[in-house]
């Protein structure tokens, strides 16, 4: 593992100086209330916050935001109110499931989460059809403020340009080293990943646009992903 004598752990804390001086604080995540952070971050998959936000709008307009709500429609009347997002009826299913397991486990609570060790937690929500790594991490994180680092397709493609971790690293090994190279701080970690959210959207896109970005100074290749 990582150690804090790494030389990328001096890279990425330095990153995220350079990055926070650039852009300042995000206000992550983009959502009113827990509920609609764990509902987004199932949305998400594969789509735009646009499209989230629309279906979210749809949810909200239905009186359809809230667990209980959501634990007493049918699939298919939860994919109707969410088709904004795309693949609604999939992500309708994913939904579902992971109320079904709000209930089953925790009585339809989120707060009956806080107090579940870290990764008893993190297991737990990876077992639930359709959480992958990311949307565990994102519920974890910014619905429950737990300290787990948050790994998308913009902290890969800024770690490979700069020489930070290979093309072939799985989700675990970026987490790994972020975590391993920072303390364990639940704002560090939100505004750490939110910012390279704003420089992946600004710069570090599919075809990369390095003019004026703010790790320009870091070593880096302009790969196209």
């Not at 952070?37 to 279906?55: D, F, P, S």
């Not at 799985?170 to 972020?178: E, G, P, S």
Request: aromatic share 10%; charged share 25%.
């Amino acid at each position: 593992m990582t150690t804090r004598a790494d030389p990328r752990s001096q890279t990425l804390r330095r990153i995220y100086d350079a990055l926070y001086s650039a852009y300042g604080p995000q206000h992550w995540w983009p959502a009113r209330t827990p509920n609609e952070v764990v509902i987004g971050a199932i949305l998400t998959q594969n789509t735009n916050w646009k499209n989230v936000e629309r279906a979210i709008r749809s949810l909200r307009a239905a009186r359809a935001l809230n667990w209980r709500a959501l634990h007493e429609r049918s699939v298919d009347e939860i994919a109707e109110l969410i088709r904004p997002a795309g693949t609604f009826r999939v992500k309708a299913r994913r939904l579902k499931a992971f109320v079904d397991f709000l209930y089953a486990r925790y009585e339809g609570r989120l707060t009956a989460m806080r107090d579940v060790p870290l990764d008893v937690l993190r297991e737990e929500l990876l077992s639930v059809s359709g959480v992958g790594p990311e949307t565990a991490d994102c519920i974890l994180l910014y619905a429950l403020g737990r300290p787990t680092f948050v790994v998308d397709a913009y902290t890969r493609r800024m770690l490979v340009r700069h020489h930070l971790a290979p093309h072939n690293a799985d989700y675990a090994t970026i987490k790994n080293l972020f975590e391993a190279a920072l303390p364990a701080d639940r704002a560090l970690y939100n505004e750490y990943h939110a910012l390279l959210v704003e420089v992946g959207k600004r710069h570090c896109r599919m075809r990369s646009s390095c003019d004026g970005c703010p790790l320009g100074r870091f070593p880096h290749d302009e790969a196209v992903f």
